[in-house]
């Protein structure tokens, strides 16, 4: 794969960014210090802003990398990061990527989350040069996997006991999109637009 960083991608309702140190407060605020966003993820609730402030430092530093992706995800109505959208795993000798995300609950359940996932989807196919983007849930977390068949991908199947998460030891579900897939499915669409010019 050729990496790019986290680069700046913007959509109807949302700019991906890169964290600033100055997004701290807002981040804590809107998701890291929710349990309901934490359940089903692997780290805790953030108990105090001085974690949060730390985890952000962190990916900020992460930033020299161009194989690192961390984007916060901005509602450009309210011009705060609610969420992020991060690469959580990725393997050079398949190029995959697996993409990890969460919102604050507050903006659950209006498309939010499909909308970050199906902006960074181009970007890594087209060019980052993956061949395949993957993403996982518990599978006592459906909504999460309703995300990923939105965003085109398939699933694969349940792993069973093969990962932790804030619930202890769970089941995991992979779905999964292919190059190939995605440039068929780009088609089908482009296909379908020139017939309504």
């Given at each position: 794969?050729?990496?790019?960083?986290t680069?700046?991608i913007?959509?109807?309702?949302?700019?991906?960014?890169?964290?600033?140190?100055?997004?701290?407060?807002?981040a804590?605020?809107n998701?890291?210090?929710?349990?309901?966003v934490?359940?089903f993820?692997?780290?805790p609730?953030?108990?105090?802003?001085s974690?949060?402030?730390?985890?952000?430092?962190?990916?900020?530093?992460?930033?020299?990398?161009p194989?690192?992706?961390?984007?916060?995800?901005?509602?450009?109505s309210?011009?705060?990061?609610?969420g992020?959208?991060?690469?959580?795993?990725?393997?050079e000798?398949?190029?995959a990527?697996?993409?990890g995300?969460?919102?604050g609950?507050?903006?659950?359940?209006q498309?939010?989350?499909?909308?970050?996932?199906r902006?960074?989807?181009?970007?890594?196919?087209?060019?980052?040069?993956?061949?395949?983007?993957?993403?996982?849930?518990?599978p006592?977390?459906?909504n999460?996997?309703r995300?990923?068949?939105?965003?085109g991908?398939?699933?694969?199947?349940?792993?069973?006991?093969?990962?932790?998460n804030?619930?202890?030891?769970?089941?995991?579900?992979?779905?999964?999109?292919?190059r190939s897939?995605?440039e068929?499915?780009k088609?089908?669409?482009?296909?379908?637009?020139?017939?309504?010019?």
């Open positions: 794969m050729e990496h790019k960083g680069r700046i913007e959509t109807a309702r949302l700019a991906l960014r890169p964290f600033t140190v100055e997004d701290a407060p807002a804590y605020r998701w890291c210090a929710e349990e309901a934490t359940r993820l692997t780290w609730p953030h108990t105090d802003p974690v949060t402030e730390q985890v952000i430092a962190d990916w900020v530093a992460g930033y020299a990398d194989a690192f992706y961390q984007w916060a995800i901005v509602l450009k309210i011009g705060e990061p609610i992020s959208i991060s690469v959580v795993a990725q393997s000798r398949v190029n990527v697996s993409i995300y969460c919102i609950s507050r903006w659950w359940r498309g939010i989350t499909t909308e970050a996932f902006a960074v989807i181009p970007f890594f196919f087209e060019e980052v040069g993956a061949d395949r983007i993957e993403a996982r849930h518990d006592d977390n459906p999460s996997g995300v990923m068949r939105a965003c991908l398939t699933y694969e199947g349940t792993l069973r006991q093969a990962a932790t804030n619930r202890g030891v769970t089941d995991l579900c992979v779905y999964s999109i292919l897939e995605y068929t499915l088609q089908t669409r482009e296909a379908g637009m020139m017939k309504h010019d």
